[in-house]
């Protein structure tokens, strides 16, 4: 079992590790390098000659990176969304040479841990939710000028939320008054919004997660990063991508069938599979957590890795 680093245990590690199908000397991605658990277990399989980039928008794990950069001439880090990843490649003349790309998908355990970064509604804190507090607007400044349709939509589509106008009113009308700015305020609003509670969440667990995916455009940068990551990849490559709900994985999962499938040709049409051109191949279900990692990192319990290997 390899082991973690203390801040942010990383999920479905052996997993990963496995489905990369690392080659010493290769050339990987980690696109959510986070405090870098997953990045530090592919060095460990590198030698001296295999090389991995991360990337990451947070500063903090930015910072991070810096300093293994500074210790493992191997590494490097770029602050910069993953959806920007044909760029990177490109500067660095790795189009096509890539061997794996991994993406964690969602916010890390500091994230949520530090009241300031305002991502949880466990803890008081500013109402900001950006993954890089110096790019875009913050929940609570959108929340100030959002209109009530615009701000259901989001609880609704992001957070599958079915109270999401109720709470789109609340937030309205308590704006009126005061502006929204922690997000304790936001949990209580919710809270009282709420006209009945689910066992074991948080009757905001939703509203927050919809304002954060809002916030950081995370759905669109997944989907454009998905496709981005298929170019980049040499034959043979694996991407592998951990998801944390629903909307996420639904994205990957319908991905990864079109492009296994290839054209999109009328049904009963005179050609063979292969003939289709598929760029990829599914490599294995969906994996999930086992009893034991289970067990010892609650944050792995709604985890699902997807992996694909580039075959055209
Ligand atoms: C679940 S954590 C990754 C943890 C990491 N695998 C580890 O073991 O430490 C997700 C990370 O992805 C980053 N992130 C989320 N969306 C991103 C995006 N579009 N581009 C770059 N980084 C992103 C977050 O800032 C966060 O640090």
Redesign the pocket.
């Known amino acids: 079992m390899t082991k973690?680093?203390p801040?942010?245990?990383?999920?479905l590690?052996d997993e990963t590790l496995t489905a990369l199908n690392i080659r010493p000397k290769g050339l990987y991605i980690?696109?959510?390098?986070?405090?870098?658990?997953?990045?530090r277990a592919i060095l460990e399989r590198l030698s001296s000659k295999g090389q991995i980039l991360g990337?990451?928008?947070?500063p903090e794990?930015f910072m991070e990176g810096q300093s293994l950069a500074a210790k493992d001439e191997r590494f490097t880090i770029e602050q910069?969304?993953?959806?920007t990843l044909s760029n990177v490649v490109q500067t660095r003349s790795w189009q096509g040479k890539v061997d794996g790309i991994?993406l964690?998908?969602?916010?890390?355990?500091?994230?949520l841990d530090i009241a300031e970064r305002g991502f949880s509604f466990r803890k008081d804190g500013p109402l900001d939710m950006r993954?890089?507090p110096d790019e875009g607007i913050s929940a609570a400044d959108w929340l100030a000028y959002a209109s009530m349709d615009e701000i259901t939509t989001v609880i609704k589509t992001f957070g599958e939320e079915r109270f999401g106008k109720r709470i789109a009113r609340a937030i309205v009308e308590t704006r009126e008054d005061s502006p929204l700015r922690t997000t304790k305020q936001l949990a209580d609003l919710v809270d009282k919004a709420s006209p009945f509670r689910e066992k074991n969440k948080h009757p905001a667990t939703r509203t927050f997660q919809a304002i954060r995916i809002y916030i950081?455009?995370?759905l669109d940068?997944?989907s454009v990063?998905l496709q981005q990551a298929i170019d980049v990849m040499a034959i043979g490559g694996r991407l592998t991508v951990?998801s944390?709900h629903s909307l996420e994985d639904r994205i990957v999962k319908r991905f990864f069938r079109d492009q296994a499938k290839g054209d999109n040709l009328p049904a009963h049409f005179p050609i063979t599979a292969d003939q289709l051109n598929p760029s990829i191949k599914l490599i294995g279900k969906a994996i999930k957590a086992g009893e034991q990692e289970l067990a010892d990192n609650p944050r792995s319990r709604s985890a699902v890795l997807r992996v694909v290997e580039k075959v055209k």
């Open positions: 973690a680093t801040e942010h245990v990383p999920v590690l980690d696109g959510t390098f986070g405090r870098g658990g997953h990045a990337l990451d928008k947070d794990a910069c969304s993953f959806a991994l964690d998908i969602g916010v890390s355990s500091p994230q993954m890089n950081n455009n995370e940068d997944l990063a951990i944390f």
